[in-house]
């Protein structure tokens, strides 16, 4: 799909097709200029998300994860990205494990794994 269109789409439609397999996660990242990369992270954390001064995003994975989990990781913070970030600041190094944003990421990215499981 074209990144305009993408852009154009309403966040929770464009979350819908991905969790359908109707569009797919790199093209959502390339529509909202967000890159993936991979590090050497603490031992508790497994990934985030920073937003740089010209607007590209960076979602960081540990390197030593599975690819089917740093999938899951990409569309939690896909997700942040789409809904929460617009609306909130999001400071990396903030222990937001068990807030009620990190519940609903968590909760997203796990759907989309199981739909992805079943097709």
Do not use: W
């Not at 789409?9 to 390339?30: V, Y």
């Not at 960081?60 to 909130?88: C, W």
Request: proline fraction near 6%; include cysteine; hydrophobic fraction near 40%.
């Amino acid at each position: 799909m074209v990144p305009e269109k993408i852009r154009q789409m309403p966040k929770q439609k464009i979350l819908k097709a991905l969790l359908e397999g109707k569009i797919k996660q790199e093209d959502i990242m390339t529509a909202f200029k967000i890159r993936a990369r991979e590090g050497d992270l603490m031992p508790d954390a497994l990934g985030f998300v920073y937003k740089r001064s010209d607007g590209c995003y960076f979602i960081v994975t540990d390197q030593s994860l599975s690819p089917t989990i740093r999938e899951e990781i990409i569309n939690h913070e896909i997700f942040q990205i789409l809904v929460h970030l617009p609306k909130m600041p999001y400071t990396v190094g903030l222990n937001i494990i068990q807030s009620p944003i990190e519940r609903q990421a968590d909760s997203f990215a796990r759907e989309v794994a199981v739909s992805n499981e079943e097709d």
